[in-house]
């Protein structure tokens, strides 16, 4: 299996940007999904998860109202839209897959097994 993260770049404060994560070699989508994001010196963070079947999203509280996570399980795409971008969005951000088919949505990073390379969003202030 495996995870391929794009639609990172670099903007400038109040933007938007919509990152995508196709899922390659599972045939199954009975996987919730995360993305998380790591700036700089940082620990890498929860940022939101969508259970496998959409109907349970989860935010961080330092992005909730600006970003939307979906995904379209035909097409095997997780989508991150992230409105109003700031300066402390900024990070590597990296989708991830959970480890177990099941029910519901994790915020813990362990929780998760599978990972993408990462795609960077640069935002200016």
């Known amino acids: 299996v495996q995870l391929q993260a794009s639609g990172g770049g670099l903007v400038q404060a109040g933007a938007s940007l919509r990152l995508s994560c196709a899922v390659s070699?599972?045939?199954?989508?009975?996987?919730?999904m995360g993305w998380f994001r790591q700036a700089p010196g940082k620990e890498r963070e929860f940022v939101a998860a969508?259970?496998?079947?959409?109907?349970?999203?989860r935010y961080a509280d330092s992005v909730k109202g600006r970003f939307i996570i979906s995904r379209d399980n035909a097409k095997k795409t997780v989508y991150l839209q992230m409105n109003s971008l700031r300066p402390e969005d900024t990070a590597v951000y990296y989708c991830?897959?959970?480890?177990?088919?099941?029910?519901?949505?994790?915020?813990?990073?362990?929780?998760?097994?599978?990972w993408g390379q990462g795609t960077l969003v640069t935002v200016s202030s």
């Open positions: 991830a897959s959970d480890r177990y088919p099941r029910a519901g949505i994790r915020s813990i990073l362990n929780e998760y097994n599978i």
């Open positions: 070699g599972r045939t199954g989508s009975g996987y919730a």
């Open positions: 969508i259970s496998r079947d959409d109907d349970f999203q």
